[in-house]
């Protein structure tokens, strides 16, 4: 026993800070190349700066973010997206110089935005073009191929992209569910045909998202990077289902949720919604921008088109009791999203945002198609060779070109 | 700077540089003129500037004016960043037309010729490639009087030009009168006497566009083509001229009021092209 007061403290001491260092020590060992990196920034921008101004100033970019059709009036809503400040001189629709005021001022920071009022007798219908001319000289360009005015939010428009949101998603998907007797009626061996024209009509709608994300992505400001937006909500996605998948699987045992209809259909409307989520998105986006004028024979194109959606829902109940309580809720869960998006498309509609939405939308899909490829798989079989036999092969390929020639419905 | 571009536009109106004027032993006049290349930011349109390339700091040139016959000697220096020369649009000799003797920046060179013949006529660079040393501001008015002079008359230099702003496209993003936009309509509409002669010197250097052209409301002007006779050719109220084409234009106003005058190519007049008359009692 050592008595108090001798033993070596000092040692103590050193072996204490080698193997648990004190809270102090930790503290600053994580602030200091914070601390470092700030006095980096503070010398290069008060003095290293002036090393490495070469060259002559940066191009003007500003994007013509938003464009609103009120009566007699248009409005421009626009982003300094360039390295340094510009100036706004200039506005011309098609091809006039014509009088505007903007708000907050002409002078615009990097990154800061403004509001340009036209006062202009705009016809509905017509294509227009605006140029906007910063101080350099450099031309700024949108055009809007066909002027509608801007929906603003009130108790009818909130009705009129309600209803399209029904129609195109809400009813298609209830509308396939009822194939549910249809399916029931089919001898049971066909049950890997039907799963595997869900995988087909699921990459379909995986692929179609990501091709919607790519058109949007060209208006996306560079500086906000669209691609990683996408890739964000993508992978989010798939991450966030993969866990929910797990511990569905956990509270049912040894089971993966896979093999449990319920739970499948679920995963899959989940993702049907997500897309679907986008899909309204585009659809109220598409004609707030005048991009197209919302026929009826584009409505009736898009519920043929998702009518094949409800099908995808009802393969993994096939040979499962279902009620008519669930089957109504995974047509809400896979078509309600829809009215959601047509009307956060219409009228809050945000290209960056809508970008996280289609990737989540995809990101889904793919996950659910994992999730059913690997159901179906027997054990030892890797997902290629499950879905390498011939009756899956033929599933896949009809599936994906039921969507395809539906879609041919919504071309226009 | 948008207050320069306006007083230069206004001032090219009116404003002749008609030289330093000796005699030479023979008797005749000899007039002297110093003109500088320059690199110049200027401004075209409110808000929009320009990098431009000019004749004594800006767009157009001075007017040069001298009488046919006049001995006429440019002292020309390049202070500007690249070779430029002065090519004269007359009758002179091959080493006075400005294409072959370049002149390198922070050189000089002195064009000497006998002004001829009497018209109305044009300067600007000729350094290749033209064009471009055209649309980026490099010329003026080289006006040569006819010895008998032209009725007394108010005056005014109008050169049509358009600038593309954004150097890339080949495509002019304004088009002006004296180099700023609308400034004949907004800032100055050019007061006129009722009744008066109005004599236009009415010159294109527009590049990139094949033609421009004047309209002038509720009156009509003689044509004299190139200003080469003192007989006019036509009696109109619109006027095409192809690029480095030019004409002067006579007319009187009948009426007091307000008369716009404009390119009738209305989608130059929609980009800055458009003026008007006050004309008093």
């Known amino acids: 026993m050592t008595p108090p007061g001798e033993g070596r403290p000092a040692d103590a001491g050193q072996a204490n800070a080698a193997t648990r260092p004190s809270a102090l020590r930790v503290v600053l060992s994580g602030i200091a190349p914070l601390v470092l990196v700030g006095l980096m920034v503070w010398w290069f921008l008060l003095f290293g700066v002036n090393y490495v101004r070469l060259g002559p100033p940066p191009v003007e970019k500003l994007a013509i973010e938003r464009v609103i059709f009120k009566p007699q009036e248009i409005t421009l809503l626009v982003r300094n997206e360039g390295p340094g400040p510009l100036t706004v001189a200039q506005v011309l629709v098609n091809q006039a110089m014509w009088d505007f005021s903007i708000t907050p001022g002409r002078e615009l920071a990097r990154l800061q935005s403004a509001r340009i009022s036209i006062p202009f007798d705009w016809i509905e219908g017509d294509p227009y073009n605006f140029d906007v001319i910063t101080g350099t000289g450099v031309r700024h360009v949108r055009t809007v191929q066909v002027a509608t005015a801007t929906p603003s939010v009130s108790s009818r428009a909130l009705g009129i992209f309600g209803l399209l949101g029904v129609y195109v998603g809400v009813i298609p998907v209830f509308l396939g569910l009822l194939w549910l007797p249809f399916l029931r009626s089919m001898p049971r061996s066909w049950m890997d045909f039907w799963i595997s024209l869900t995988v087909g009509l699921l990459a379909f709608l995986a692929i179609d998202t990501f091709r ?90 898009f ?11 009802l393969s993994p109940l096939v040979q499962e009791k279902v009620s008519w309580r669930d089957l109504f809720l995974l047509g809400l869960v896979g078509g309600g999203p829809t009215i959601v998006g047509t009307w956060t498309g219409a009228f809050t509609y945000s290209d960056p945002l809508s970008l996280v939405f289609l990737g989540i939308g995809g990101g889904a899909i793919v996950q659910v198609i994992s999730v059913l490829v690997r159901a179906r798989a027997e054990s030892g079989e890797s997902a290629i060779e499950a879905l390498a036999k011939p009756r899956n092969i033929a599933g896949l390929l009809v599936g994906f070109i039921l969507m395809y020639l539906t879609g041919l419905l919504v071309a226009g | 700077m948008a207050d320069a571009a306006r007083k230069h536009a206004i001032r090219t109106l009116t404003e002749f540089d008609t030289g330093k004027v000796t005699r030479l032993k023979d008797g005749r006049v000899l007039r002297e003129y110093w003109i500088d290349a320059l690199n110049t930011e200027i401004e075209v349109a409110p808000g929009v500037r320009y990098a431009a390339w000019t004749f004594n700091g800006a767009v157009p040139g001075p007017t040069l004016r001298c009488t046919e016959g006049d001995s006429t000697l440019v002292h020309f220096t390049n202070k500007a960043a690249m070779p430029h020369s002065m090519h004269f649009h007359g009758i002179h000799a091959a080493n006075m037309d400005g294409v072959f003797e370049q002149v390198p920046p922070g050189s000089s060179f002195d064009y000497a010729f006998t002004a001829k013949p009497f018209g109305l006529h044009i300067y600007h660079c000729h350094t290749m490639p033209v064009k471009m040393h055209i649309a980026r501001g490099l010329y003026g008015v080289f006006l040569v009087d006819p010895k008998t002079p032209r009725p ?35 800032d100055y509409p050019i007061p006129v006497k009722q009744g008066e002669l109005q004599r236009v010197y009415l010159v294109n250097m527009t590049e990139f566009d094949l033609l421009n052209s004047m309209h002038t409301h509720a009156t009509f002007f003689h044509v004299y083509p190139t200003g080469t006779t003192t007989t006019p050719t036509n009696y109109t109220d619109t006027i095409t001229l192809g690029q480095g084409e030019r004409a002067i234009l006579e007319f009187r106003y009948d009426y007091p009021g307000r008369f716009l005058f404009h390119a009738h190519q209305n989608e130059f007049a929609e980009l800055g092209w458009l003026g008007q008359f006050e004309v008093k009692p």
């Open chain 1, 303 to 313: 519920t043929l088109h998702n009518t094949t959606e409800g099908l995808a829902i």
């Open chain 1, 212 to 301: 919607e994300s790519f058109e949007v992505m060209g208006r996306v400001p560079e500086f906000l990077n669209g691609l990683m937006l996408v890739a964000l909500g993508a992978i989010g996605a798939f991450l966030a289902l993969t866990g929910i998948d797990g511990i569905m699987r956990r509270r049912g045992g040894s089971r993966p949720a896979g093999a449990r209809g319920m739970g499948l259909a679920l995963m899959i409307a989940i993702g049907i919604g997500l897309h679907n989520l986008g899909e309204g998105l585009a659809i109220g986006a598409a004609y707030t921008l005048g991009e197209v004028a919302l026929g009826s024979f584009l409505i009736l194109g």
């Open chain 2, 152 to 186: 007394k008359a108010r005056e005014m230099v109008m050169v049509m030009n358009g600038f593309d702003t954004d150097l890339n496209d080949e495509d002019n993003e304004f088009y002006t009168v004296n180099g700023f936009a609308n400034v004949f309509f907004r």
